[in-house]
């Protein structure tokens, strides 16, 4: 693993996302407080001239207590190996228990953020809060999205300076 700066970060946004997933975590690792849960929707990109990932919860997830506490969290991805991981956490609740114990990840210190990062994973990238908002059915101007919302549990959307990267090799330029 290998610190990334913001400006040399590469990535197949539509493969990380979409087909590998995240692992958004937030929380304070210190004081053993914290969430994770499987994410594949969101971005990186660039807002008010810094280097920012956005990412959505439904209030209806554990996870969203947290993020609404807490002033960072983590995206952290993983070889494909874990896929059955990922998908614990994506399922499971923390309501119900220890669901990180029933998995083969590590949660450990992030370097620079309160919320932790995972010790197998080969990309971490950590970040602040900026920003937040609902999402508004009134402002969906494709009928499409609305199907994605049959619980009317519409997301919150987060935008998170990134403040720290590291992974390996192919997430960045040389």
Request: proline share 5%.
């Amino acid at each position: 693993m290998k610190i990334i700066p913001a400006d040399q970060f590469v990535t197949r946004i539509h493969d990380i996302w979409y087909n590998q997933w995240f692992l958004l975590t937030s929380g304070d690792f210190k004081k053993g407080d914290y969430n994770t849960m499987t994410v594949a929707w969101g971005f990186f990109g660039i807002m008010w001239s810094r280097p920012m990932a956005a990412v959505v919860v439904r209030p209806t997830r554990f996870t969203f207590g947290f993020m609404n506490r807490y002033d960072t969290f983590t995206l952290t991805a993983f070889d494909h190996k874990y896929e059955d991981d990922l998908m614990l956490l994506g399922t499971k609740s923390g309501r119900d228990g220890d669901k990180i114990a029933e998995t083969r990840l590590t949660p450990v210190a992030s370097t620079v953020v309160a919320a932790p990062a995972f010790k197998e994973a080969e990309l971490i990238v950590e970040c602040k809060k900026m920003y937040w908002d609902d999402f508004k059915p009134e402002h969906f101007l494709d009928p499409y999205i609305k199907t994605k919302y049959p619980g009317k549990d519409y997301h919150r959307m987060y935008f998170g300076e990134v403040v720290y990267i590291e992974g390996e090799e192919k997430y960045f330029t040389q």
